[in-house]
């Protein structure tokens, strides 16, 4: 995944800080590492389908979406494949680990647990020969899925216990942008032009969904704004301040305590030593929190663009910034 190197070193040592606190033991308990990465997935499949529902206004660029998240093994090492059937029953199949609650998928019936093994009739077996890396599998089940025309229902045959059901699912439209939960662990928070993509450190970190709401609001706020990789400070600061607001404003309208979610940088100002890390490109914490607290009032649901082409966010000290 494209991304600034800046931007990745800067957000792994903000992560870092945060579990350093202790926050994973919080979140991790006694459960296998395999029902926790699918619980991991399932929350940011159903945060982010709420924030790009939310950001239908705002999106010049769309695509159709389901609200699934699949997993497939070929995504881990092959000595972990025993594991993965004997603890959340994932053979050759690919798998469903979420369902966004009111998407598409949702109104056809299908569930967490179900095994895909068709799509339109084609054998998922086909389907996996035809994907250049089977590791990448659900991600290219996902770009499938954005592909189908609006409104054309497609067929998914799945396996649930020991039936096969066909399921017909209506596509619909949504802001293009896929969040990606990195299994092999790590740090990780970032986005391109296109996904975000988020490790399950940087979710373990969570203390609840309103502060991994918070952060991933701030990663499709990059999606939305197109923002790009930039070298001079000013403008990369200016578009992470613009970022947290629109990311603010989305999780607000998706339902969300902001208050609560701001709670993760409180944790981050206040770490231990915390003027090493201070961060030129990010600017100082103290100014973020208190610049979303007090947009926060005005944010009004739900979001739109203006007809200039501006963003809602201008009623909040927002404005889109001009191409350079
Ligand atoms: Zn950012």
Known sequence: MKSSSIKFIITLILISASTENGAHANNTEQQPWTILIHEYMNRVNIISWKLKNQAAGL???????????????????????????????????????????????????????????????????????????PAL???????????????????????????????????????????????????DLQSDARNVAIGTDTIAGMHNDDELALLLGHEYGHVIDHHRDLHNVTAIRQQEEQADLLGMALAKCAGYDVGRGLQFWVRFRERPFG????????????????????????????????????????????SRPTDE
């Open 137 to 187: 599998l659900s991600d290219a089940l996902l770009d499938q899925f954005s592909k189908v025309p609006e409104g054309h229902t497609i067929s998914i045959s799945v396996i649930r216990g020991t039936g096969t059901r066909d399921l017909k699912v209506t596509a619909q439209r949504v802001c293009a942008g896929k969040a990606i939960v990195e299994t092999t662990g790590g740090l």
């Open 59 to 133: 999106c010049t660029r769309t695509s159709t979406d389901i609200g699934i998240s699949t997993d497939n093994r070929e995504a881990y090492q092959s000595k972990l494949w025993k594991q993965l059937y004997a603890t959340v029953h994932m053979g050759e199949m690919p798998q469903v680990v979420s369902v966004a609650p009111d998407s598409p998928a949702a109104r056809a019936g299908i569930q967490i647990g179900d095994n895909i093994a068709a799509i339109d009739g084609v054998p998922i077996a086909k389907i996996k020969a035809n994907t250049p890396d």
């Open 275 to 318: 003027w090493i890390f201070s961060d030129p490109t990010h600017g100082s914490v103290k100014d973020r929190i208190a610049r979303m607290r007090a947009a926060l009032p005005a944010v009004q649901c739900p979001l739109s663009r203006y007809a200039d082409g501006t963003l809602p966010a201008a009623q909040i000290g927002y």
